[in-house]
Every structure is written in structure tokens, then in C-alpha cells.
């Protein structure tokens, strides 16, 4: 069965720091996708980022990094230099090829930005 | 980009009553919708998949007969929640694949609606 864990409920760090965001997922396809969003106050949810199963490589984009490791099966969002503007709640999500395109949201992260 | 809109984006509706909730691709088309349901301060959960032309697909514990979903053309879907409940109170998000599922599955999500019921 597919399953994505986020085991941070919520994350508080102050300006500047850097703050990685850990995702664990769970499937028995092959070939899948991953993703990250974020969720500001308002609601819409905004695109990260889409790795597929074939491709291990970093990424890095900005101040934002992502660190897939299909041994350990995670994929791991880094802010760099966080700020305020970042607080949001952050998904990480899963998507299986034979699935139809559908869905599978981990719990979620509140990250908290402080000035 | 492909835009996904969303009308209402927020409805109060009192007990009972229905409502409807529409989600549209302003540039793209899409055979597959999906709509989710989030409560606060939970995630995303997937409610149905929503195929043009045909019924839609309810994920286990949704009830079809209570969230009525219609998918009458290539670029509209539409969900309604039928005699709505204050614990039908929740945040509704679409969204919508322009390829063929499995090509690469990036969906692109409307802004969502909020409903509240009185």
C-alpha cells in the first residue's frame, strides 16, 4: 500500500536558520512520483516540486534543496537561510504510474518562521 | 502555467441544504479531476476522481449519494454536496490532470472553497 509519512508535526525556527522538512513514503510500484507543496494561510496549494522514481538526483532551486534517497525511501525538503515569508504548512506527496494519477498527502508540516 | 479555478471560493449554507462547487481548467483540458477534502490543521484526503463522460470514482467511506460529482465536459467539474451537515464543514480542493494519468502526473490544484454549514 502507498503511504507518506511526515513525522514533524510542526517545526519553529528563527530567521536564517536552515530547516529541513523530512518526507518517508511507502509504495510497491516502480515507477512513482513524488512532491512537495506548500500551503500558505490562504489555502492554495502551491507547487514545489516533481521527482520521478528514475531520477535520484538532487535538486537545488534557490534556497530550496531536495534530497531523494530511494534506499532509505525518502525525499527531503531543505530551506536554506529561511524567512518569514516561508511559514506555511508543507506536503509531501506521493503518486503511483498505475494509480491513475491520484494523490497520497503526508500528514503535513507547520513550519513556523520567526523574525 | 494551466490555471484551475474554483466558484465559490467561500459559501455559508444552512443545515440541509445543498451546495454546489465548480472547478474549472481555464487553459488545458482534463479528463481526470480529482477533489480532495481537507479539515484544519489536517492533510489533503482524496474524495473521488472525476472522469469526463463518466461516473466517478469515490474513495472508500465517501458516499457518492451525499457528494454528487459531475464531469460533463472537458473542462468542468462539479461537486455537490447534497443536504449538507455541519460536519460536511470543511475546505474542498480540485484539481486537474492535463495528460494521460501515468505520463507524468503533475496535476494542477484550484484555490479551494470553503464551506461552512449552519
Known amino acids: 500500500a502507498q503511504k507518506v509519512t511526515q513525522a514533524q508535526t510542526e517545526i519553529s525556527v528563527v530567521e536564517k536558520e536552515d530547516v529541513t522538512l523530512d518526507c518517508v513514503y511507502e509504495?510497491?510500484?516502480?515507477?512513482?512520483?513524488l512532491f512537495w507543496y506548500k500551503q500558505p494561510p490562504s489555502g492554495e496549494l502551491v507547487f514545489l516540486i516533481r521527482?520521478?522514481?528514475?531520477?535520484?538526483q538532487n535538486e537545488i532551486s534557490g534556497r530550496y534543496s531536495w534530497n531523494f534517497q530511494k534506499s532509505t525511501s525518502s525525499f527531503n525538503f531543505t530551506i536554506t537561510a529561511s524567512q518569514v515569508v516561508d511559514s506555511a504548512v508543507y506536503f509531501c506527496?506521493?503518486?503511483?504510474?498505475?494509480?491513475?494519477?491520484?494523490?497520497?498527502f503526508g500528514q503535513g508540516t507547520e513550519l513556523s518562521v520567526k523574525p | 502555467g494551466a490555471v484551475v479555478s474554483q466558484h465559490p471560493s467561500r459559501v455559508i449554507c444552512k443545515s440541509g441544504t445543498s451546495v454546489k462547487i465548480e472547478c474549472r481548467s481555464l487553459?488545458?483540458?482534463?479528463?481526470?479531476m480529482f477533489w480532495y477534502r481537507q479539515f484544519p490543521k489536517q492533510s489533503l484526503m482524496l474524495m473521488a476522481t472525476?472522469?469526463?463522460?463518466?461516473?466517478?470514482?469515490?474513495e472508500q467511506g465517501v458516499e457518492k449519494d451525499k457528494f454528487l460529482i459531475n464531469h460533463a465536459s472537458l473542462t468542468l467539474s462539479t461537486l455537490t454536496v447534497t443536504s449538507a451537515h455541519p460536519e460536511d464543514s470543511s475546505f474542498y480542493i480540485c484539481?486537474?490532470?492535463?495528460?494521460?494519468?501515468?505520463?507524468?502526473?503533475?496535476?494542477?490544484f484550484g484555490p479551494g472553497t470553503r464551506l461552512t454549514v449552519l
Open positions: 484539481s486537474a490532470l492535463p495528460g494521460l494519468a501515468g505520463v507524468d502526473n503533475e496535476q494542477f
Open positions: 509504495t510497491r510500484d516502480t515507477t512513482y512520483y
Open positions: 521527482r520521478n522514481s528514475f531520477d535520484e
Open positions: 506527496a506521493l503518486s503511483e504510474r498505475n494509480q491513475g494519477g491520484k494523490l497520497i
Open positions: 487553459d488545458f483540458q482534463a479528463t481526470t
Open positions: 472525476s472522469n469526463e463522460g463518466s461516473k466517478a470514482t469515490y
